[in-house]
């Protein structure tokens, strides 16, 4: 009996998603890194923490857990304290990576809307302390996830894979747990960059009016201030929107439905949910290799970065970028 359909996706989908996942992100680390794409040093710095973060959560998730499953059913990696600490740490990996995204997409409203604020907020040391404490704290949310699993069984005194435990599955208090998590990542993000988003360009609607009023149209078309903000906000609302339409198949599904059968096995395969569910993960997990794709599609100078380095690598004593 041949595997169910939603698997046979699994199994070629994940692996084309690190193969991809994996350079993306490091091309986006380097190239942005470098400080030459002509964005301010918070925008480099949001965006350089958003692909460390993407390429942790491809690495920790989708090569050492999603992968490892699939293809290695038995390895170290699912020894209990090993598998819990991974799934600590992938838990750390993708709330960074969501609310990194809130952050910037704050912090381009601070920097546009909030011109009192923009020149206290809107520094490197700011940044610096968003990106560590939502690092830390994301860290600290982890902590109940270390006592929602218990061993499936135990050989020769180890104990193999993270099953949960009878309480997870029965008490009142972790439902709760379950809806607050599913609210605080990813359901509270989309809303408020959401309204960050609404906003920002409620305020950049009134403010284009005055200044059409104020200035020719001539005048306005060449308006530098114009241009830098609309290039500021084709990269805020992409990387917004990508994320926003990504992750919602996760978000109506873990609304109504407990996440089940992480582990393959067949009971579930042909229930719809249960092929949401997986679909939902397929897509969410996508967004942590598309905000390179982004920069390059919206981005002019990051497009010459990314020239100037494959140009580099082909050529055979790199004096052509020099």
């Known amino acids: 009996?041949?595997?169910?359909?939603?698997?046979?996706?699994?199994?070629?989908?994940?692996?084309?998603?690190?193969a991809v996942g994996l350079p993306v992100n490091l091309v986006a680390i380097v190239i942005l890194s470098r400080g030459k794409c002509g964005l301010s040093k918070c925008i480099t710095r949001y965006l350089v923490a958003m692909a460390v973060a993407d390429l942790m959560v491809v690495?920790?998730?989708?090569?050492?857990?999603?992968?490892?499953?699939?293809?290695?059913?038995?390895?170290?990696?699912?020894?209990?304290?090993?598998?819990?600490?991974?799934?600590?740490a992938y838990i750390v990996a993708i709330d960074c990576s969501v609310w990194f995204?809130?952050?910037?997409?704050?912090?381009?409203?601070?920097?546009?809307?909030?011109?009192?604020?923009?020149?206290?907020?809107?520094?490197k040391k700011t940044t610096t302390v968003v990106i560590a404490t939502v690092f830390v704290v994301s860290c600290l949310r982890t902590i109940p996830f270390y006592y929602m699993d218990?061993?499936?069984?135990?050989?020769?005194?180890?104990?193999?894979?993270?099953?949960?435990?009878t309480d997870y599955l029965t008490s009142p208090l972790w439902k709760a747990f379950e809806w607050i998590d599913s609210f605080v990542t990813p359901?509270?993000?989309?809303?408020?960059?959401?309204?960050?988003?609404?906003?920002?360009?409620?305020?950049?609607?009134?403010?284009?009016r005055v200044r059409r009023e104020l200035l020719s149209n001539s005048e306005n078309q060449n308006d530098p201030?114009?241009?830098?903000?609309?290039?500021?906000?084709?990269?805020?609302?992409?990387?917004?929107?990508?994320?926003?339409?990504?992750?919602?198949?996760?978000?109506?599904?873990s609304i109504n439905w407990q996440v089940v059968n992480f582990y393959y096995t067949d009971k579930y395969y042909s229930n719809p949910i249960y092929i949401t569910q997986q679909v939902g993960f397929m897509l969410?997990?996508?967004?942590?290799?598309?905000?390179?794709?982004?920069?390059?599609?919206?981005?002019r100078k990051f497009r010459e970065?990314?020239?100037?380095?494959?140009?580099?690598?082909?050529?055979?004593n790199g004096k052509l970028c020099q």
């Open 150 to 165: 218990e061993p499936a069984f135990i050989i020769d005194n180890v104990p193999w894979y993270c099953v949960p435990t």
């Open 225 to 253: 201030e114009v241009k830098n903000r609309r290039k500021s906000m084709i990269l805020l609302f992409a990387i917004s929107a990508n994320f926003i339409l990504l992750w919602m198949t996760y978000v109506l599904h």
């Open 59 to 88: 690495i920790i998730h989708v090569i050492l857990q999603r992968i490892n499953i699939m293809y290695f059913p038995v390895s170290f990696l699912f020894i209990t304290p090993v598998c819990m600490v991974n799934f600590a």
């Open 187 to 208: 359901l509270l993000p989309i809303l408020l960059i959401l309204l960050f988003n609404a906003l920002t360009v409620r305020y950049i609607i009134v403010v284009s």
């Open 284 to 299: 969410q997990l996508l967004s942590c290799c598309t905000n390179t794709c982004i920069y390059g599609l919206t981005q």
């Open 305 to 316: 970065e990314l020239k100037n380095g494959v140009k580099y690598l082909f050529t055979l």
């Open 1 to 18: 009996m041949g595997y169910p359909v939603i698997f046979q996706i699994e199994l070629i989908y994940y692996p084309i998603l690190a």
């Open 101 to 123: 995204t809130v952050a910037f997409t704050f912090d381009r409203f601070v920097a546009i809307c909030c011109q009192k604020l923009q020149s206290k907020y809107c520094t």
